[in-house]
Antibody
Framework: EVQLVESGEGLVQPGGSLRLSCAASGFTFSSYAMHWVRQAPGKGLEYVSIISSAGGTTFYADSVKGRFTVSRDNSKNMLYLQMGSLRADDMALYYC???????????WGQGTLVTVSS | QSALTQPASVSGSPGQSITISCTGTSSDVGGYNYVSWYQQHPGKAPKLIIYDVTNRPSGVSNRFSGSKSGNTASLTISGLQAEDEADYYCGSYTSSSTRWVFGGGTKLTVL
C-alpha cells in the first residue's frame, strides 16, 4: 500500500524558515517523481514544486521560486521541502504527492500544516 | 503561470449529469493530453479520478468521464449521487518553466 506521511508542521514568524519532510513507503520511491502541493485554509490547490525520480531535475511555482528548495534522499525514501523567507501567504496545508506514470498525481499524503504568523 | 479557469460552483439533482469545465491555453490544456481531475471531500486529501484527459484509475466509478476540445477540458459526472458533493480540481502539464498548473477548483453541490 502506498503511504506518504508528511511531517515538520510548525508555526514560524514571517521571514523565517522551515523544513518539511515526507516519508514514502509501499512503492519503489526512486522510480517516481514527487510533488509538493499546498492548500491555504478555505482555498484551492496550489502547485509548489516537482522533483524528478533521481532528484536531478526540479521545478517550482513562480510564487516560491528562489525561496523554497525541494530535495530527496532515495536511500531513505524521503522527500523534503526547505522553505525560506516565509510570508503570510505561504500559510497552508502542504501535501506530499506521488506523480504517476505520466503527468498526473496518483497518491497524496494527508498534509502538514505550516502557519506563518508573528 | 496563471491557474486554469474553472467555474466556482456547479449544482445538480440526484440522477442528473453535470459538466465542469477547465480552460487553459495552448501551452497547457490545449497543447497536451495531460489533463487530470481530482476530487476532494472536506478535510480529506484529493483523490485522482481522471488522468490523461479521459482515463479512469482502477476503482473510480464509470460515472466520471473526461474530455477535451481545444483549450478546454471537461469533467462529466453522470447519475449524480449525494457522495459526489465535493470540490473538483483540474490539473495539467504546462510547457512553461513551472511544468504544472492546477485549476481554481469547482464546488459541486448535489441538491
Amino acid at each position: 500500500e502506498v503511504q506518504l506521511v508528511e511531517s515538520g508542521e510548525g508555526l514560524v514568524q514571517p521571514g523565517g524558515s522551515l523544513r518539511l519532510s515526507c516519508a514514502a513507503s509501499g512503492f519503489t520511491f526512486s522510480s517516481y517523481a514527487m510533488h509538493w502541493v499546498r492548500q491555504a485554509p478555505g482555498k484551492g490547490l496550489e502547485y509548489v514544486s516537482i522533483i524528478s525520480s533521481a532528484g536531478g531535475t526540479t521545478f517550482y511555482a513562480d510564487s516560491v521560486k528562489g525561496r523554497f528548495t525541494v530535495s530527496r534522499d532515495n536511500s531513505k525514501n524521503m522527500l523534503y521541502l526547505q522553505m525560506g523567507s516565509l510570508r503570510a501567504d505561504d500559510m497552508a496545508l502542504y501535501y506530499c504527492a506521488r506523480e504517476g506514470r505520466g503527468w498526473y498525481i496518483d497518491y497524496w499524503g494527508q498534509g502538514t500544516l505550516v502557519t506563518v504568523s508573528s | 503561470q496563471s491557474a486554469l479557469t474553472q467555474p466556482a460552483s456547479v449544482s445538480g439533482s440526484p440522477g442528473q449529469s453535470i459538466t465542469i469545465s477547465c480552460t487553459g491555453t495552448s501551452s497547457d490544456v490545449g497543447g497536451y493530453n495531460y489533463v487530470s481531475w481530482y476530487q476532494q471531500h472536506p478535510g480529506k486529501a484529493p483523490k485522482l479520478i481522471i488522468y490523461d484527459v479521459t482515463n479512469r484509475p482502477s476503482g473510480v466509478s464509470n460515472r466520471f468521464s473526461g474530455s477535451k476540445s481545444g483549450n478546454t477540458a471537461s469533467l462529466t459526472i453522470s447519475g449524480l449521487q449525494a457522495e459526489d458533493e465535493a470540490d473538483y480540481y483540474c490539473g495539467s502539464y504546462t510547457s512553461s518553466s513551472t511544468r504544472w498548473v492546477f485549476g481554481g477548483g469547482t464546488k459541486l453541490t448535489v441538491l
